[in-house]
T-cell receptor, first 114, second 110 residues
Framework: GAVVSQHPSRVICKSGTSVKIECRSL??????MFWYRQFPKKSLMLMAT?????????EQGVEKDKFLINHASLTLSTLTVTSAHPEDSSFYIC??????????FGAGSRLTVL | QKEVEQNSGPLSVPEGAIASLNCTYSDRGSQSFFWYRQYSGKSPELIMS????GDKEDGRFTAQLNKASQYVSLLIRDSQPSDSATYLC??????????FGTGTSLTVIP
């Protein structure tokens, strides 16, 4: 079946550094991908919609200069958390439509900022 | 009013019982409806989709949709401890507009 691959699954970084998370659609093309974050025991929060070949659409309250999204190909979107701080520690999950109206999630990336 | 509303629970049922999870949505124009299961520390996985009124069964899972009442439910028969997770209701209005509920935490007690 269709798979959305996300890497890395876990990352620990120092405060002030930048971290890149990759999201790949392995056997289908994804013109649109979505990035979510989730705090412990909280619901999914949509951060942005990543569009291949164009700028991402950010949800209200999400800093686009802090969370850089690049969707350079039909199978790859990246989320870069710039100048990370401890409050950015969270579970980041990407997703894509593998077929019409069916959203498939990557395995998620747990970011810990020290 | 939230786009998708769920009772956060927690919902506890004994092993072998039927677990009933409910969800309401606000937009009558919503077209597709989904239930995702999320284990602690993991990402959501799709377990059911439903597009038309009525029931849809898949193994121990039955999704029920009532568009007139703007209501979606998920029944889990013969609940197992491995069913313990958070269940997310999701609604697709059109195109890329996808909305999630806050999730219902289910615990199946052995």
């Amino acid at each position: 079946g269709a798979v959305v691959s996300q890497h890395p699954s876990r990352v620990i970084c120092k405060s002030g550094t930048s971290v890149k998370i990759e999201c790949r659609s392995l056997d289908f093309q994804a013109t649109t991908m979505f990035w979510y974050r989730q705090f412990p025991k909280k619901s999914l929060m949509l951060m942005a919609t990543s569009n291949e070949g164009s700028k991402a659409t950010y949800e209200q309250g999400v800093e686009k200069d802090k969370f850089l999204i690049n969707h350079a190909s039909l199978t790859l979107s990246t989320l870069t958390v710039t100048s990370a701080h401890p409050e950015d520690s969270s579970f980041y999950i990407c997703s894509a439509f593998r077929e019409a109206n069916v959203l498939t999630f990557g395995a998620g990336s747990r970011l810990t900022v020290l | 009013q939230k786009e998708v509303e769920q009772n956060s629970g927690p919902l506890s049922v004994p092993e072998g019982a039927i677990a009933s999870l409910n969800c309401t949505y606000s937009d009558r124009g919503s077209q597709s409806f989904f239930w995702y299961r999320q284990y602690s520390g993991k990402s959501p996985e799709l377990i059911m989709s439903i597009y038309s009124n009525g029931d849809k069964e898949d193994g121990r899972f039955t999704a029920q949709l009532n568009k007139a009442s703007q209501y979606v439910s998920l029944l889990i028969r013969d609940s197992q401890p491995s069913d313990s997770a958070t269940y997310l209701c999701a609604v697709n209005r059109a195109g890329n507009q996808f909305y999630f509920g806050t999730g219902t935490s289910l615990t199946v007690i052995p």
